[in-house]
């Protein structure tokens, strides 16, 4: 087990929109995004060299800044997974003004070094705002913004948008990072339509894709890929109530049965706040009433080791508003928690015991593992600990 916190500081990483998180054993990993800087011509793209980790365990954030020139640029836009000890990070824009870019970074989790892949085969065209999943040791990526006159060629959807000279694609694309080559892997039934800033959750073998933009529409259709067949289902047909159309939310696997939907930004320019659950089984869509109003956009949610959904970053209103008042974008700094089943009846009391003065609670003879995680709670210790 990885023991990557020794000798890091606490910190709290600033308010951001468009970086990556990654679970990783008992922690959450967050790298890049940007952030917008009231006056300035451009805004601020945070050091490819920096990895903002949070422990489930103490609650706390670290700060990890790689030395060295192999680590990408700072960009926003990527898309993250980790298979076994990596992180493989993939496309993005770049803060340089190079635009979008189809480079693939891999991040060793055990000695924290960077290493640009350079695989074989047809990769992806350059995109930003696609969607990543890993599958039997397999990385696979799918739709995105981009521009594919700068890539290789394809036969997949765009939608031009004469804007940005760039537009929407479906591209479906598979790394193997043992041969480090990607392909474009057979699947059969209906890909989902051309869209970017839609989410993805994988569950048991299959991966769910919601909402998303597509030209002007921000749409609320839900499709699976049946992994095992590489099959994809075409849009499910819900019954009752569905969520409205959305880009940039964010939707997670909770259990065997269940993805967590929450916020995103509506056809109506809305940063939303909103949460619901989608049963897999039942193919209905269930809205949460949570205890909270907290509108996010373009943020990222990551799997608790607690089976919590954690959300950080992201837009907390219209990101498209020019005439906001203040002008600075509200970029979100703190950690929104969904939890849909109640704590454990460890946790609760650990709570508990953290209000006790820390001289208390360090003066008092306790089981040895208890007095360990105390302390890791409290930022004193970091060692490895399983919590409840």
């Not at 910190?11 to 054993?25: D, L």
């Not at 769910?208 to 002007?216: L, M, Q, S, T």
């Not at 837009?315 to 929104?336: F, G, K, M, W, Y």
Request: glycine fraction near 10%.
């Amino acid at each position: 087990m990885v023991q990557f916190l020794s000798g890091l500081l606490c910190g709290t990483p600033c308010g951001r929109t468009g970086h990556v998180a990654v679970s990783y054993e008992k922690y959450m990993l967050v790298w890049g995004g940007y952030r917008e800087n009231p006056g300035a011509l451009a805004s601020t793209y945070f050091s490819g060299a920096e990895i903002w980790i949070y422990s489930c365990i103490s609650e706390k954030w670290y700060l990890r800044t790689i030395e060295g020139t192999s680590h990408p640029p700072g960009m926003s836009g990527s898309t993250a997974v980790v298979i076994d000890d990596a992180m493989y990070l993939f496309g993005g824009y770049g803060y340089n003004g190079e635009g979008c870019t189809n480079r693939l970074y891999k991040l060793d989790l055990e000695d924290f070094k960077w290493q640009l892949m350079e695989p074989t085969g047809t990769p992806p065209i350059p995109v930003d705002k696609m969607v990543g999943w890993q599958y039997n040791k397999k990385f696979y990526v799918f739709g995105g913004f981009g521009n594919p006159d700068s890539g290789p060629p394809h036969d997949f959807q765009f939608v031009f948008y004469h804007l940005l000279w760039r537009g929407w694609t479906n591209q479906f694309f598979e790394y193997d990072p043992v041969k480090n080559h990607w392909t474009r892997p057979f699947s059969t039934g209906t890909l989902p339509s051309a869209r970017a800033a839609h989410a993805a959750a994988g569950m048991h073998g299959k991966v769910y894709i919601f909402g998303g933009r597509h030209d002007v529409f921000r749409m609320n259709d839900l499709h699976c890929l049946d992994m095992t067949t590489m099959n994809w289902s075409g849009e499910i047909s819900a019954k009752g109530p569905v969520p409205v159309g959305r880009s940039w939310h964010s939707l997670t696997a909770l259990t065997d049965q269940y993805l967590v939907l929450y916020g995103g930004f509506s056809q109506n320019n809305v940063a939303l706040s909103d949460c619901w659950l989608f049963d897999t089984k039942a193919e209905i869509w269930i809205p949460v009433e949570l205890p909270f109003q907290k509108p996010r956009l373009w943020h990222c949610a990551c799997l608790s080791i607690y089976n919590e959904v954690l959300i950080y970053g992201g837009c907390t209103s219209n990101i498209l508003d020019l005439d906001r008042t203040p002008v600075r974008l509200e970029q979100a700094t703190d950690i929104v928690e969904i939890r849909i089943t109640p704590k454990s009846l460890f946790r609760i009391c650990m709570d508990r015991v953290l209000q006790f003065p820390r001289s208390y609670i360090l003066g008092h003879s306790l089981p040895r593992n208890l007095h360990h995680l105390l302390q890791v709670r409290l930022g004193l210790f970091l060692r490895n600990i399983d919590g409840s």
